[in-house]
């Protein structure tokens, strides 16, 4: 599992929490010496005890539908004849918008982190006194999300991602990311794909899945609304990209607190082959399609 794959010392945010190109490289060649390099079809089969490798398999994923992961990932995975599954959130492969958890990131990135968060909770209490507050959340269960943060930007994300009102929230971060960063719109364009990208990527041999249409804990809509998000990021892949024989997805978030048996069935409704969760761990033939553990790329 990747997220940010960038030269980070020569972006605007080198204190983003990602991989170097170079060391990407060298995991490529690393894993391919080790491993069976897996396509979703063959780890698909895999799963459901039809195909038996040579050794144990390997499959790429990427997360979120970052544009690094097309001008910078898919011509290595090209040139090493790898394919990578890519999952984007379909509000921003269209609309132009930044989802919260990524602003969030950009924040924490470009202002000292203690500063970042004492004007976001003080900008949030005056908006709305009655909020949620880090006395709310569970450290234990935050840590456990968070695994690679310290115990305190843990709890903040975790207040951030699953705890306080989301339309106050970003109400806050909007605020805040237009102050200290700058306008939203043109920061999407430079951060994600677009459609035409993404169909570059699929006709190179890459696939793409979906990440959800707003990238919000799934297991936290209504009924109407989970039917909402998954619908809506369903039908705009299929509108604008390639016709794919499997389109795979990828919870947002990823631990099991994230998703649930509603989440799954709709998604084998939709016509979804599998989903990817965060939870750490190898897969055996057997495991549920619908809950496929990963490795994080720092794992390795």
Partial sequence: MYHYVRD????????????????????????????????????????????????????????????EHYTDVTPLLVDYKIQGSFFVITTCLRENQ???????????????????????????????????????????VAQRAYRWDTAEVASFKYLFNFVLDGAVRDRVLKELFEEKIGDVESFAEDLYLNTAQAREMQEAGMIIGGHSH?????????????????????QSLRENLHEQSLWPF?????????????????????????????????????????????????DI
């Fill in 98 to 140: 930044v989802v919260s958890v990524h602003m969030n990131h950009f924040l924490m990135a470009a202002l000292d982190f203690a500063e970042y968060q004492t004007s976001f909770l003080n900008r949030l209490a005056d908006i709305d006194p009655n909020s949620k507050s880090l006395a709310d959340v569970d450290s234990t």
């Fill in 250 to 298: 990828c919870y947002p978030y990823g631990k099991c607190d994230s998703f649930n048996g509603d989440t799954s069935r709709w998604l084998k409704t939709l016509g979804f082959a599998c989903s990817f969760s965060t939870e750490v761990g190898s897969n055996a033939a057997g495991s549920d399609a619908f809950a496929i553990r990963r490795l994080d790329c720092k």
């Fill in 8 to 67: 980070l010392p020569k972006t605007s945010f080198p204190r983003i929490k990602g991989m170097l190109t170079s060391d990407f490289r060298r995991q490529l060649q690393t894993l391919r010496s080790r491993y069976e390099m897996a396509t979703l079809e063959s780890a698909l089969d895999f799963l459901r005890g039809g195909y038996s490798p040579s050794r144990d398999l390997c499959l790429l994923t990427f997360d979120d539908g970052l544009k």
């Fill in 214 to 234: 707003q990238h919000q804990p799934l297991s936290s809509l209504s009924a109407k609304e989970l039917e909402s998000d998954l619908t809506n990021c369903h």
